[in-house]
């Protein structure tokens, strides 16, 4: 066993360790004096001097011959190594080098957790873009590790990000949250209004209340009422008993109101009148009842345009609106998104029990290359279902159903069946399936809308 280092004696203030294990010492000295300038290098000859490296100095990335004594022309004692690493710590990104008729040997260590792998003869240029790549994995990885304790210990929980958008946020959250003032968050559906909804209440001198959370987009409009503001017994058809609505559970804490833009103007009036003067009458009730909850609303909607085309009350726009939250679309959010794809990846294959290490190089551009109009939840859904059916160790960009524009260029058409599918699906779902509203919110006429949406294959089960 030798250091590298005892030989080149570099500066090593901020370099990715690297482990070199190789049994040829040509290969050693050739790999230290190339790589010197940019790691701190240690090498080995055997596995058992590999591992007590390994285990002292925790390298960030490894680069391992699988041909090792005993057997230098066979891959076991490798196969051997490559396992006690992993196992030793699993983030560590280990590249196989293998020589050129050895190829299904080097597959096959991919399929039990290396990170990649490199044929002989090695061309030092190549080596060095696959070893920058992984060091850059592996930082992004121990950042996010950092970032994810750091979080937790302030009580953001899941909202994990180092962008300077995301950042903006997380300084709103810290500024408001004790205050007892509305707060408006606006964002496209999926990008994690309800989460910081809920970080602003944990961090309230209110926690100790209820989070009443309600979808006023997702209840039907002659229900939404009663949910929200309850019901005297006997004040409708069906109303049996009485009943609070989540206004009033919400007292003491926090009540998060998403899809604001979806209530009806007779509804908003309602709540316009419970944020000003603090109380409420259920349905069927004469009584005014005294409610301290502070609510917090959320919206994919462009909230002014809708009191331009007086579908909004401006007065409770600007009631809601004292501070207003915008959170960035995920495309917008730079590393955030692998930072919260190795989460996702992290979190369910604990809870699946799957040994996943990682995700392939196409999967990790694919996943930046996309544009994620379903933004972190569609994130989430896919790397959840990839870690449930993928066979290997590793996410390809197949398991996530994933394709970029560099493996398939749309025609004009294409992209237009694209896009309209997408307006539609979109304007379906803000509007509960109501032809007539998605119509008029997309300039056309209701027969028009039929068939594109015949055209387009959206189905009209459940519209009205």
Known sequence: MRLASERISMPTDAKPKLLIIDDDESIRFSLEWALSMDYELFSSSNR??????FEAETPALVTLDLGLPP??????????TLASLIEKNASTKIIVITGQ???????????????????????????????????YVYKLEE??????????????????GTSPKIQE?????????????PVLILGESGTGKELVANAIHQRSFQNKGPFVPINCGAIPENLLESELFGHERGSFTGAHTQRKGRV???????????????????????????????????????????????????????LFQEVQEKRFREDLYYRLGVITISLPPLRDRGDDIQLLATSFLNRY?????????GFTQKALNAIVSHQWPGNIRELENRIKRAVIMAPGSRLTKEDLGLDTSADKVMTLKEARDVLEKEMIIKSLTRHNMNLTRVAVELGISRPTLYEFMDRLGVKRDGAS
Do not use: W
């Open 101 to 135: 008729e050895e190829k299904q040997h080097a597959i096959q260590a991919i399929g039990q957790g290396a990170y990649d792998f490199f044929q002989k003869p090695i061309q030092i240029d190549e080596l060095k873009i696959i070893l920058k790549r992984a060091a």
């Open 349 to 357: 294959s604990a809870e699946h029990k799957k040994r996943i290490r």
């Open 169 to 181: 946020v997380f300084a709103t959250i810290e500024k408001v949250a004790d205050s007892d003032y």
């Open 248 to 302: 009033e559970m919400a007292e003491g804490g926090t009540l998060f109101l998403d899809e604001i833009g979806e209530l009806t103007l007779p509804l908003q009036t309602k709540l316009l009148r419970f944020l000003q003067e603090h109380t409420l009458e259920r349905i069927g009730g004469r009584k005014e009842i005294l409610i301290n909850t502070r609510v917090v609303a959320a919206t994919n909607r462009d």
């Open 48 to 53: 058992l001097d590999a591992l007590a490296l």
């Open 71 to 80: 057997d230098p022309n066979g891959p076991e004692e490798g196969f051997k």
């Open 143 to 160: 950042d996010h590790k950092n970032l994810c304790h750091r979080l937790s210990c302030k009580g953001f929980d899941d909202i994990i």
